[in-house]
């Protein structure tokens, strides 16, 4: 069974920062030879839309060529009270609140890894 990895915005703009280009690189190759799945959230794309074009084109090319390695999932209720949670117990402060929702969203949908 292939591994589902739920990846942030961050992960696609990686791919073109020098920093983390190496890592990000080698993740999009696994997915190309179809050894994982990308789990991508509602929540990812909405910021994905105030991305650079040249983000937002490169995860279109791969949704394009490789259709069966996406999974799309939803900020559901029970996410949202799942990444409040987070805030009441104090797992994370209030600034943190977006990456709850993303954590959150990646809990619920039970996916392997939390690619940030």
């Not at 999009?28 to 937002?56: C, I, W, Y």
């Not at 259709?67 to 999932?73: A, I, L, R, S």
């Not at 799942?82 to 990646?106: M, N, P, Q, W």
Request: charged residues 30%; contains cysteine.
């Amino acid at each position: 069974m292939k591994q589902r990895i739920y990846i942030y915005t961050s992960i696609v703009g990686g791919y073109f920062d020098k920093e983390f280009a190496e890592a990000t690189i080698a993740l999009f190759e696994r997915l190309k030879n179809k050894e994982v799945v990308f789990v991508v959230s509602d929540l990812m794309q909405g910021e994905l839309e105030k991305a650079p074009t040249h983000v937002q084109e490169l995860l279109q090319t791969y949704e394009k060529n490789y259709p069966d390695c996406f999974e799309y999932v939803l900020a559901t209720q029970e996410a949202t009270e799942l990444a409040d949670k987070y805030i009441v117990e104090k797992i994370v402060g209030k600034a943190s609140y977006t990456d709850c929702r993303h954590i959150a969203v990646a809990t619920v949908s039970k996916v392997d890894i939390v690619a940030r």
